[in-house]
């Protein structure tokens, strides 16, 4: 191809292109060292230690209250565990002794669920999605782990107390099925201990956890009703443990650093050594005195809440801001410079990009392509006071992110109207590199809807970022329960079929609402489709209510807990919040997937059977029954119907009344306490596996094809342009109710439609209208469609090339050929 008619490039493919260590920015080669270890490690393999020292210790105390086995077991982790200091590292601590991907096991949560996984992975071999599962790790999970946990795990007693119609609506006709799930209704709390959250980090850097023991320990002697023996004694000796394994893990690093520094040949290596074990013996037990320090003590943080629980996404919180003052103390004093803190967030960024979510539930595998992790790191927004709070770490935060080709950290970025055109410029350039990152979160949607379900100015000010486009106030928010969800694509099948569904061969699922042909207007397909959905709504807040019932028998968070206000204030661990905080906000969530996929439907139905009448039923009907083979013609007719996100009013309203229809429903079936249940629509992969079980939909699409994505238009239907998308996509949703949560827009551009200073303009621009229209989310792919059909090609070549999925990045050739394809597919807009 000649120079002329190459295409434009991204920063991402122009490194992949020339074979460049890194992108844009300033990168030490201790860190390009680091990255080529872990990146040359290949696929990620489960970490065992964990899984394994707790067993142990649920084994030697069995009759102690759950909270306290916990921590003793936490303890016994940090007692025994493996401590490994890798070569090159600054930032330390980690489950295992390679320098790789990792996954935990949670054999408490997965139990009867783990020799499918392993089996699972283990065909997986050579192939996307593969994760190492040697033959001594698959003895240890299936000899070890699964005979003890067994029956005692939550996944399968979850399915097994569902209600019987509820339980089918999950799991289908099988009364033994504890795995697979139907992808009609959805629970997510079999999947992961926690719902997304963010833990209050400050609390370790700004007090230490030896503070944090103190206060346990001043209320556990202050104790004297009789009924505190049994409920906050345990929780309190808890917490106690869980500040003592810290400080215990902390330091057997710090002996650990010292034994390699005196064993150190290279001189600058012993003195990092040595720096090392003094910050491991003052953090996390102490107050964080420098940036370094903070540093440490944040990944320690965290990295303990991952040994203690899985919630899928654990949010880092405001980086920018609870690291701002050690940063400007330690740069002002000149004890670090600019390059110094680059090269620390670095050493972070590697630690957390090794962390991955591995899933033993086929299911929640399928649903998770990619390896989906959401380490989100909160920058720029609004202070408590309502300024923007952007500072310069703010900027250095996205600037250390650059150079490297890494699915994590998710850096998020908080756009507000006052966010300085300097700030969104960067942030832009940042989008630029094409790896999908940093997505964008709306303080004009996020904020009211704090104020809408009870949070002072105050508080919603400080929001956090929490998952794929969630959010949290960590000292009062208190749901820590997962949640469930529908298939937009089976409801949109069950309204044409009878409620029946042709891949579950032809079973009764939902409402028989007679047969299409004898209906004469629009009114009844909609009475029919909005029937499914009021059939199909009551099982996801059944299997929620009994979620909430069951998890305090199964599982506890003493480290999550403890920094948390309230859990400390009424000294009961998180996992009983289906007993209510006084003073919380309680949410939980009800996903929906497939959007655009039901409105399009909807509306080719209304046009070509009604309006137009260019369809009978019988055309219509007979082509879906036979997934279009023989009906090409009729096909095409319904994939050129009106399509959302076109700015048509009558088709956005379509889906307008579909969002009013479900957050009526959850408006007048509030949790306890008058708390919301949340109607998001969020899919992570999940419309790909929901998309198999649906048959063909008279908007064209195929059987077993993907669904829509989020709330974005089906893939390649919206074609006037970004701002009219965004404008269609703003009308179909219905804000007036409380219970409206996260939505997620995915865009895609050619890196030649934002090239230079006039792209950069354009694409700011589309963001201030983003912005203005209150949408919840937005995340852009800005890469050429030839790379993505090329790395199909050679995915060696291709090995690190970064895409966005839902929520998160994750590396092209670790998806399924058919994730591929649906990102492919996407739109790809004009700017």
């Known amino acids: 191809m000649s120079e002329a008619l190459a295409p434009a490039l991204s920063s991402q493919e122009q490194a992949i292109a020339s074979g460049a260590k890194s992108l844009n920015g300033e990168v030490t080669e201790r860190v390009l060292r680091l990255y080529e270890g872990i990146r040359g490690y290949g696929p990620p393999r489960v970490a065992l230690e964990r899984p394994v020292l707790f067993t142990e210790a649920f084994k030697a105390n069995e009759r102690d209250p759950l909270v306290l086995r916990w921590a003793k077991a936490l303890k016994a982790y940090a007692e025994k565990s493996t401590v490994t200091i890798l070569d090159d590292e600054l930032i330390v601590g980690r489950p295992h002794d390679w320098l790789g991907r990792w996954g935990m096991v949670y054999p408490e949560l997965d139990g009867e669920v783990m020799p499918a996984g392993v089996e699972m992975f283990r065909k997986n071999k050579g192939k996307t999605g593969e994760v190492i599962v040697t033959d001594e790790d698959a003895k240890i999970i299936n000899e070890v782990l699964t005979p003890f946990w067994k029956g005692r795990d939550y996944a399968s007693n979850f399915v ?12 289908g006709p099988d009364p033994n099925n504890i795995i697979m799930m139907t992808c009609v ?21 700004t007090r230490g956890v030896r503070q944090i023991r103190e206060e346990a320990e001043a209320k556990l002697a202050s104790l004297s009703e009789p009924r505190d023996q049994i409920g906050k004694r345990p929780f309190l000796e808890a917490v106690i443990l869980t500040c003592e394994a810290m400080t215990t893990w902390s330091r057997r690093y710090a002996a650990k650093a010292r034994e390699l520094a005196g064993a150190a040949r290279d001189p600058a290596r012993a003195r990092e050594l040595l720096d090392i074990a003094a910050i491991c013996d003052w953090v996390p037990e102490n107050p964080a005195r420098s940036f370094h320090e903070a540093v440490q003590a944040q990944w320690w943080g965290q990295l303990f809440n991952r040994i203690e629980q899985t919630s899928s996404a654990m949010g880092q919180g405001r980086m920018d801001q609870y690291l701002w003052p050690y940063y400007k103390a330690d740069l002002d004093a000149g004890r670090i410079d600019k390059a110094r803190a680059m090269e620390l967030f670095q050493c972070l960024w ?3 990009s090794q962390v991955t979510e591995i899933k033993l539930n086929p299911v929640a595998a399928a649903g998770t392509e990619g390896f989906s992790q959401f380490p989100d790191v909160c920058v720029g927004g609004q202070n408590s006071d309502g300024h923007d709070a952007t500072n310069e770490l703010s900027y250095l935060i996205l600037e250390s992110m650059r150079p490297l080709q890494l699915t994590a950290p998710d850096t998020c970025v908080r756009i507000h109207a006052g966010t300085p055109d300097a700030f969104l410029h960067h942030v832009v350039e940042c989008i630029k590199d094409g790896k999908g990152y940093p997505k964008l979160l709306n303080d004009e949607m996020v904020i009211p809807f704090y104020l809408a379900n009870g949070a002072t100015l105050k508080e919603a000010l400080d929001w956090n970022i929490s998952g794929c486009c969630e959010n949290r106030l960590p000292n009062r928010e208190t749901n820590v329960t997962a949640g469930g969800g529908i298939n937009y694509g089976s409801v949109t099948e069950m309204t044409f079929r009878r409620g029946r569904l042709k891949v579950l061969h032809d079973i009764q699922f939902g409402v028989d609402a007679g047969d299409p042909r004898a209906w004469t207007s629009f009114d009844q397909v909609w009475e029919a489709f909005r029937g499914q959905l009021l059939h199909l709504a009551p099982h996801v807040l059944t299997q929620q209510h009994m979620a909430m019932k069951l998890k305090p028998s199964y599982f506890a968070a003493p480290a999550t807990s403890m920094l948390h206000d309230l859990a400390m204030a009424e000294c009961r661990d998180l996992h009983t919040h289906g007993e209510w905080f006084e003073g919380s906000i309680d949410h939980s969530t009800f996903e929906a997937i497939g959007k655009a996929t039901a409105i399009d439907s909807l509306a080719a139905v209304k046009h070509l059977v009604f309006d137009t009448k260019a369809l009978s039923w019988d055309e219509l009907l007979t082509a879906l029954e036979a997934n279009w083979e023989g009906h090409e013609a009729t096909r095409q007719m319904c994939l050129g119907a009106p399509k959302y996100g076109n700015g048509i009013a009558w088709v956005d309203a379509i889906g307008f009344e579909i969002e009013r229809v479900l957050l009526g429903y959850l408006n007048a079936h509030p949790k306890p306490h008058n708390q919301a249940f949340l109607l998001r629509q969020i899919p992570i992969t999940f419309h790909v596996p929901f998309g198999k079980v649906t048959w063909a939909t008279p908007n064209g699409r195929l059987a077993g094809e993907y669904l829509s994505e989020g709330i974005s238009a089906s893939h390649g239907m919206d074609v006037k342009g970004p701002t009219v998308a965004l404008a269609s996509i703003a009308a179909a949703r219905d804000r007036s109710f409380r219970e409206k949560g996260g939505d997620l827009i995915n865009m895609k551009f050619s890196p030649a439609n934002v090239a230079g200073e006039a792209g ?9 209208t983003w912005s203005e229209l209150k949408h919840w989310h937005v995340q852009f792919n800005i890469i050429n469609r030839s790379t993505l059909l090329a790395a199909q090609k050679d995915p060696q070549k291709y090995r690190d090339l970064v895409v966005r999925i839902a929520g998160y990045s994750a590396y092209f050739v670790d998806l399924s050929p058919m994730q591929q394809a649906e990102i492919i597919a996407r739109t790809e807009e004009a700017a």
Request: glycine residues 0%; charged residues 25%.
């Open 160 to 171: 097994k107390s569902l209600p019987e119609e509820t339980r089918f609506k999950l799991y």
């Open 760 to 768: 950069t303009r354009r694409l700011m621009q589309i963001i201030r």
């Open 185 to 205: 209704v959805m629970a997510t709390s079999p999947m992961r201990h926690s719902q997304n959250w963010t833990p209050d980090f400050t609390k370790i850097l």
């Open 350 to 352: 590697l630690n957390m």
